[in-house]
């Protein structure tokens, strides 16, 4: 039976060289109406670096540590070392970002970067919100950035550590402003372990009975709890997580519905058919063949 590798053995994508300066440290990205690369898509790993994206488009939907987003207009996104992301959708991308590795930041001659809020992330967050006055930071340290990293010359590092450390300075400050007053509640605590679980049983475990089983509790509470923090039914989690799965097998492999159906603990593939369709819209031979003309 096919499955996602166990967390620890996913693939670990490091930092390809900037197209323009060469570094393997530090990498710029503007995205002008795009589609993420195919072989990114649907694939769970880590990064080797940090990543800080500004979208100026959302509408795409992507997991961090197994729990799905939806990205939002005009807001900042960021990523550690070792988080595991999904790509779970092929929309044009719009925006703007830096990557980064953790030595980038002590080669600045600035220690002090590595301890900002923003990279120590307490909260485990992932997303700012930004007002317009923060868009207009950003739209312009941006294009400071991108034409800098197109200048070579022997000012262009310091200049570009220069401009890196105002943005991290700058978004750290946003980012106590946002999660300051953020406590992980003993029911949080419970989401989360919720959502560990999903993540370990789902292709045998589908009901939301199974994993309070798991936890210890009634299925009432987990279903209270969970709908009171995450504000969507502890059902739709699992079933999130079952398509998440079944879009990425339909779409890096070629297997019968069949064996897709089986891999996912369903009974039959009428059965998995329906979930799919009644889930996502579409059918799963026809999500296959809609992913699949668009990487064509």
């Known amino acids: 039976m096919q499955v996602i590798s166990p967390l620890s053995q996913l693939p670990v ?34 990064k080797d670096h940090f990543l800080f994206a500004f979208v100026r488009k959302g509408g795409m939907r992507q997991w961090l540590d197994m729990k799905p987003h939806v990205l939002k207009d005009y807001t900042l996104y960021f990523y550690h070392p070792g988080r595991v992301i999904v ?15 953790p030595e980038f930041l002590t080669m600045q001659g600035n220690t002090s ?27 312009d340290i941006f294009s400071k950035i991108i034409a800098e990293n197109r200048k070579p ?16 300075t700058y978004l750290s400050r946003l980012y106590t402003e946002q999660y300051q ?8 605590l419970l989401v989360k372990r919720f959502q560990a679980k999903i993540d370990e049983s789902f292709h045998e475990l589908h009901e939301v009975g199974d994993y309070a089983s798991l936890l210890h509790i009634s299925a009432g509470h987990l279903s209270e709890v ?21 879009r990425r097998l339909l779409f890096h492999t070629t297997n019968p519905m069949k064996e897709i159906a089986y891999d996912l603990g369903f009974s039959d593939a009428s059965y998995f ?5 009644r889930e996502t819209g579409d059918t799963p031979a026809g999500y296959r063949s809609k992913i699949r003309e668009m990487y064509h």
């Open 13 to 46: 994508y490091e930092l390809e060289p900037d197209e323009f300066s060469g570094s393997k440290q530090f990498k710029v990205y503007h995205f002008e109406g795009m589609r993420p690369v195919h072989s990114d898509l649907l694939v769970p790993h880590r």
């Open 87 to 101: 790509k779970e959708e092929a929309d044009l991308l719009w925006s703007s970002a830096i990557a980064f590795t």
């Open 113 to 139: 970067l590595s301890n900002l809020p923003l990279i120590q992330n307490p909260h485990q967050a992932h997303e700012l919100l930004l007002s317009p006055a923060d868009i207009e930071f950003m739209e």
């Open 153 to 168: 010359g022997e000012w262009q590092q310091r200049m570009l550590g220069a401009y890196v450390s105002l943005m991290l």
């Open 181 to 188: 007053s953020i406590d992980s509640s003993a029911d949080q």
């Open 226 to 246: 969970v709908k009171t923090q995450s504000g969507k039914p502890a059902i739709k989690h699992i079933h999130e997580r079952l398509v998440m799965e079944a």
């Open 273 to 277: 058919n329906r979930f799919f369709k």
